[in-house]
């Protein structure tokens, strides 16, 4: 008997073997995707543990239907550690209101931060070989919603001091469902199919390109909204409901060699089942890099995350394991690395990682990534 998971995974593929076996079907769209392989080793308390694994192979099509309506869909297929999924991340149609405003209906990276709207599922994308660890991907442990199914309006406004970006959300709440009760924790859920409380969430972006330096942006955001977080053991039961409030801020610079990141993240998660709230979770990352020459790039980061033992935070697995007390926990991943550009659709990347976890301790990793694009 096929469950949910099953199912959604079975019509992605038919959908996507669609596409790939009949192309003259819909001759004007054009398929193009990333993909990258790693190899890893990790030190930690005295033993180690190597091996390659495939990253997501992520394929999407965008395409303008006309001089209004512009459509996108980008599928990933991943292994998650025994055979392969395949996940829809993004399916959007938009109509583009006059030539600087743009509303689109579907499912979405969120508008929140920088990172989640600049750089999508493709490795090959950002400097690195990966995302902020408390950026990944909700099924990645993610701990900011970074997926929304709704609405989207965005608009530019060129001024004679820069230019602004301004982009609203509004849809599903995000919902979590897991087997609390048996210790299991769970992962957020954009709510895909329909919302699990009704209460909608909204998120916002402005964001400033002063006309004075080219390159440099500031940026703030956030989202207001709810999470039903569903104990399954025995029955379905609610087991809380977070009122959350999400604000972050950012200051980037992208210039021709010179690349300076840096996001603020602050939570809110006020719980309705005790009353009470957390407001003591933050997060940050800071990362740099310069190219030299053709295609080499050093680059660093610094990640930090200091998360409070809220309901929240409980569920996705961040500050409770299923086997011992919740507590707050602090985790930072210092980083540095190079980057070489073979082409501009293909780059090796070589890197090293300190940790410094509350929860698993300090230990050590290395990564060789070999990303590409098509």
Do not use: C
Request: charged share 20%; hydrophobic share 40%; proline share 3%.
């Amino acid at each position: 008997m096929f469950n949910t998971a099953t199912i959604r995974n079975l019509g992605a593929a038919a959908l996507l073997a669609a596409a790939l076996a009949f192309p003259g079907a819909a001759a004007a769209f054009e398929l193009n995707g990333f993909g990258d392989v790693v190899y890893s080793s990790t030190e930690e308390g005295g033993t180690s543990n190597n091996g390659f694994a495939l990253g997501q192979l992520d394929l999407y099509v965008a395409e303008e239907i006309d001089d209004r309506i512009d459509v996108l869909t980008e599928f990933v297929i991943e292994s998650p550690g025994e055979g392969f999924v395949v996940d829809l991340e993004r399916l959007q149609i938009g109509y583009a209101v006059g030539d600087n405003h743009h509303l689109r209906a579907g499912r979405f990276h969120n508008l929140i931060g920088y990172w989640n709207l600049a750089y999508h599922h493709g490795a090959q994308l950002h400097t690195p070989v990966g995302r902020p660890f408390f950026l990944e991907f909700e099924d990645e442990n993610g701990v900011v919603p970074v997926h929304a199914v709704g609405l989207w309006w965005d608009s530019r406004f060129d001024t004679g001091a820069g230019r602004i970006d301004l982009g609203v959300m509004f849809g599903n709440g995000a919902s979590l469902a897991a087997d609390l009760s048996g210790g299991q924790t769970g992962e957020l859920n954009p709510d895909s199919a329909g919302d699990a409380d009704n209460d909608k969430a909204v998120s916002w972006q402005l964001r400033y390109h002063p006309a004075a330096l080219s390159g440099l942006a500031v940026g703030f955001s956030g989202q207001v909204g709810t999470i039903h977080i569903m104990d399954t053991n025995p029955t379905p039961t609610m087991n809380d409901h977070i009122d959350q409030t999400l604000l972050a801020g950012d200051l980037t610079f992208r210039g021709d060699r010179l690349e300076v990141l840096a996001e603020y993240y602050a939570w809110s998660n006020e719980s309705m089942m005790t009353g009470l709230t957390y407001d003591g979770s933050t997060g940050y990352y800071v990362q740099a890099g310069y190219r030299f020459g053709d295609g080499f790039t050093p680059y660093a980061r610094y990640t930090m995350l200091d998360a409070e033992a809220d309901p929240l935070f409980n569920a996705v697995g961040m500050t409770w394991d299923g086997t011992t007390t919740a507590a707050n926990r602090q985790k930072s991943v210092a980083v540095a690395g190079f980057r070489y550009d073979l082409n501009y659709r293909s780059a090796l990347k070589l890197e090293y990682r300190a940790v410094d976890d509350d929860v698993d301790g300090s230990y050590n990793e290395g990564a060789v990534q070999w990303s590409f694009a098509f």
